[in-house]
């Protein structure tokens, strides 16, 4: 089977990603580069702060392959730091700040991080997180405050900032404002060097379960990402228009498509360091953002927000969901919601992987297949073929998902055997990246995602596919959202279990465990129905908003196995 491959090539420039925002610096001086809380910094600005971070960290002895970890949620520190580190050759170590004290510890450790940056909420934290880490590390302090407006300022440190006045309190740690204060602008920056096999930024594989790997990506990786990703959207992102970027910057989502695919074309990122769905729906409404991008549960929120009733949202150029598989029930929910408030457009869905960035795979604007996750990005190939193996399999048949393209990793930190099982050269000398994933593609190249392969049920022989189940749960109206799982069996090895959280003042009772019931044995195979139905009022989530269908399932085999569960 011949893989399939968009025609398009794109031309990658041998530019670091500073030098990428650097070009467009130089095109849009006084254009807006990113807002925070109604603060506008020009791409002319941006660069000089990106050029004072990378003099003081040069003054502080940070060179180029040096590792500085950023634990910082989206804040003008935190992109200063990551571009400032990018301008001389650094590695920039991307951590989310509410990641445990001894997952930050892990952190640092793996990447021999030799400073930190945080935000002074989560200092203590992180000073107790260095306490079992081997290497002497800098804590670099930042504060909401110093980017705000004056009377934004002086309400903020009010009303919660002066909790957090006392950090930095220990010798090795430094304030962010007089870390800057160290660089001499005499100090001559070296010449940016572009190396295709040079690390510039470690992100973080899930860790939801099991200990999280340490993904290498180079400069070319985060540029083909951005260059594929524009021409896969097929909008301009260019001077005047904006992204509202909730996504966190720990994130490939975030980084990559949030932030710098707006940032080298042009674009301003309204920054938004917390999320809840009250305040995006009000960021929404105000800012007029044209272009958002979120996980599913981000978009499912949008739906009851009264905030944005009689909104019209006929800004929005380009809507993206990402992260997490969007059901055919949400999407069909989010579209008519879109028309219902004026704008032309539809929720389009993106696929990728943390080990290729982010997204390498689009639905096309205004074209929609159900099930299908859209479309290779430019110079990106995919394949099917036999799980685990380099056998490919003809259309239509479901496989593994495997990718090729300039957007994958280098490999993971430090673990050359992960490595070699999820990245493989073939005969014809490319990269494959091995994605977990099942899936099939049709002739004319679209794929369709069925789900991880790990996710598999197997009750009593037969494979069960959770997303499937779930689409037909949330199609209920009365439902907000679902996850379904696998719980160990001893007969059937896994019972198909399904936890779902209703819509407000829908009464959880027995009576309607069985309407649900009824109507899932109306499309789902007699061996694939729940087995047994729990009601929640909200499900556990990951970092980035995706349900963590992995917690349930510990949650539900501990408890079987503790006698609290009947087979």
Known sequence: MEPF????????????????????????????????????????????????????????????????????????????????????????????????QNE??????????????????????????????????????????????????????????????????????????????????????????????KTAVILYSGGTSGTPKGICLSDLNFNACAMQAREAIGEEFSKGLKMLSCMPCFHGFGLGINLHTVLIHGACCILMPTFNNKSYAKMLAKKKPNFIAGVPTIFEALLHMPVLDGVTLDFLRGMFCGGDSLSVELKKKVDIFLKEHGA?????????????????????????????????????????????????????????????????????????????????????????????????????????????????????????????????????PEVSYSCVIGVKDPRRMHRVKAYIVLRDGVVPDEERKELIMKELRMHIARYALPREIEFRAELPKTLVGKVAYRLLEEEANAAKEAGGESA
């Open 104 to 197: 930050i510890s892990f952190y640092l450790n793996l990447s021999k991080s030799k400073a930190i940056l945080t935000v002074d909420l989560f200092c203590e934290k992180v000073e107790k997180a260095l306490e079992n880490v081997e290497q002497s590390v800098m804590v670099l302090v930042a504060r909401i405050q110093d980017e705000l407006k004056p009377a934004l300022k002086t309400a903020f440190i009010l009303k919660k900032g002066k909790d957090y006045l006392k950090f930095p309190n220990t010798d090795h740690a430094m304030l962010w404002k007089k870390f800057l204060k160290q660089a001499d602008k005499r100090t001559e920056l070296p010449e940016p060097v572009f190396d295709t096999e």
């Open 344 to 476: 032309s457009i539809q929720v389009r869905e993106g696929y990728g992987l943390t080990e290729c960035v982010t997204a390498s795979c689009l639905t096309p604007r205004d074209t929609y297949r159900e099930g299908s996750i859209g479309i290779p990005f430019p110079d990106t190939e995919y394949q099917i073929v036999k799980p685990g193996t380099m056998e490919a399999l003809p259309f239509g048949e479901e496989g593994e998902i495997i990718l090729t393209g300039p957007t994958v990793m280098l490999g993971y930190l430090d673990n050359p055997e992960e490595t070699a099982q999820t990245i493989r050269t073939f005969a014809d000398g490319k990269k494959w990246l091995y994605t977990g994933d099942l899936g099939y593609m049709s002739e004319d190249g679209y794929v369709y995602y069925r789900q991880r392969m790990k996710r598999l049920i197997i009750t009593n022989g037969y494979n069960v596919y959770p997303g499937q189940i779930e689409n037909a749960i949330d199609r209920i």
């Open 5 to 100: 491959k968009q025609r398009e090539h794109l031309e990658y420039p041998a530019l670091t990603m500073f030098q990428m925002v650097e070009r467009i610096a130089r095109e849009y001086p006084g254009e807006p580069a990113y807002e925070f809380y109604g603060r506008k910094t020009s791409y002319q600005s941006f660069v000089r702060r990106i050029e004072q971070v990378a003099r003081a960290f040069l003054k502080m002895g940070i060179t180029a392959g040096d590792v500085v970890t950023i634990c910082m949620p989206n804040m003008p520190q935190a992109l200063d730091c990551f571009y400032g580190l990018n301008r001389i050759g650094a590695v920039a170590n991307m951590v989310h700040p509410l990641s445990a």
